[in-house]
């Protein structure tokens, strides 16, 4: 197993744009979280599944994102309309989640530029 | 509600100094806590972690403590190296089923 795979590595698009990044996690885990990282603050939760229901997605940043995870396997997030504020690095982590066992590997993540 | 406090950076040391990086939290239940690290251009990388009150995390020299006493979990090694250069980030997984993270701290470690 390679880990968490996320593509594109890089995305630019112009404003107004939709984009669509794809995460395909570990094999066996059963959750799968996105985050968004901008410059020099720490990860921002955006939403998670567990297998292919999405559990909470009150903190998507708006309702131009969504994310989807069908059959409980890879997982989407896209943005519509994006705009130069929508410009950060998206992250996607897995975990297998058994007892206290809750650690997430995180992918290299896909930086967008919104120009 | 669930947050996390790291002490702002950036840090710069010596190769072979001793590192601490302070984290402070506040939860509601029993989280676990994390410690990741960042390089540049790469996602985040699992360092250590501890599940329960008094556990102690380790890996690579680095080292934690869940204090649930001082509501701390401060980031530890007696000896740094260039390689230890990155970001490193403090989180913690409770209630709500999601990781929260401090903003990170930025260690540089000069030969």
């Known amino acids: 197993d390679t880990g968490v795979s996320q593509d594109p590595r890089h995305k630019i698009t112009k404003r107004g744009q939709n984009v669509t990044f794809r995460c395909d996690p570990i094999?066996?885990?059963?959750?799968l979280y996105w985050y968004r990282q901008t410059l020099g603050q720490g990860p921002e939760f955006l939403t998670y599944?567990?297998?292919?229901?999405?559990?909470?997605k009150s903190r998507l940043l708006s309702d131009r994102f969504s994310a989807e995870r069908p059959k409980g396997s890879f997982s989407t997030l896209e943005i519509q309309r994006t705009e130069q504020g929508d410009s950060a690095m998206y992250l996607c982590?897995?975990?297998?989640?058994?007892?206290?066992?809750?650690?997430?590997?995180f992918g290299q993540g896909t930086r967008l530029t919104v120009v | 509600g669930n947050s996390v406090t790291q002490m702002e950076g950036p840090v710069t040391l010596s190769e072979e100094a001793f590192l601490t990086i302070n984290c402070t939290y506040t939860?509601?239940?029993?989280?676990?806590l994390f410690w990741y690290v960042q390089y540049p251009g790469e996602g985040l990388q699992l360092l250590l972690k501890?599940?329960?009150?008094?556990d102690k995390g380790s890996n690579k020299g680095f080292e934690a403590t869940y204090r649930k006493e001082t509501t701390s979990f401060h980031l530890e090694k007696g000896s740094v190296q260039v390689s230890d250069s990155a970001v490193y980030f403090c989180?913690?997984?409770?209630?709500?089923?999601?990781?929260?993270f401090g903003t990170g701290t930025s260690l540089t470690v000069i030969p």
């Open positions: 982590a897995s975990s297998l989640v058994e007892g206290l066992n809750t650690e997430a590997f």
């Open positions: 094999s066996e885990h059963n959750r």
């Open positions: 599944f567990q297998n292919e229901a999405q559990l909470e």
């Open positions: 939860a509601t239940g029993y989280p676990s």
């Open positions: 501890a599940t329960k009150a008094d």
């Open positions: 989180a913690l997984h409770g209630t709500g089923n999601q990781f929260y």
